[in-house]
């Protein structure tokens, strides 16, 4: 999917942040930043919570649930692994004070209840469930799902227990 489909998944994030006075700066996406160490993957934004967390934020789109096949999956949240390098990367540039963040914004395709913890967010016509997990604890939870993509995953079973 190009990045123009994916567009929404960001801005409904954006919104539930205003709607919810927490600042934060969108970083633009031309070009790769560089380091001592070479390109590193730019993150989507940088979010300063009222309790003081500085967050180096990755948002991911998915359906939920999404179809794979010939059946439904949920919770599913396979990332690239220049993904977490990146948030990584960022953290130690950043420094003390700054936790790179996985956001997986998930558009909900049909009346699905959510899960007791979790509330629906609306966004022009469109039904979101948000969670986030730390890039920490997703890259220590997860499993290679192509190594031709580089692509990873954490099993939704236990990725429902880290959220």
């Known amino acids: 999917m190009s990045t123009r489909n994916h567009v ?25 930043c560089a380091d001592a160490v070479g390109r590193i993957k730019n993150f989507d934004l940088m979010v ?14 998915k359906r939920f649930p999404s179809v794979g096949g010939k059946r439904e999956v949920f919770w599913e949240n396979w990332i690239h692994l220049d993904d977490i390098e990146g948030l990584l990367a960022w953290e130690e540039h950043f420094g003390e ?3 790179g963040l996985l956001v997986f914004v998930y558009w909900l395709q049909a009346d699905v209840p959510s899960p007791d913890e979790l509330s629906i967010y609306e966004c ?7 969670v986030g997990i730390t890039v ?18 954490v099993p939704g079973k236990h990725f429902l227990n880290l959220i």
Request: hydrophobic share 30%.
């Open 124 to 130: 022009r016509d469109r039904q979101y469930l948000m």
């Open 48 to 61: 300063h919570t009222p309790t003081g967390n500085h967050y180096i934020v990755e948002v991911k789109g």
């Open 97 to 99: 004070g700054y936790t």
């Open 8 to 32: 929404h998944y960001e801005q409904a994030f954006k919104q539930y942040l205003g709607d919810h006075h927490v600042p934060f700066v969108t970083v633009r996406q031309l070009a790769r």
């Open 136 to 153: 920490a604890d997703f890259s220590e939870n997860c499993r290679r799902r192509s190594l031709r993509w580089q692509a990873l995953h």
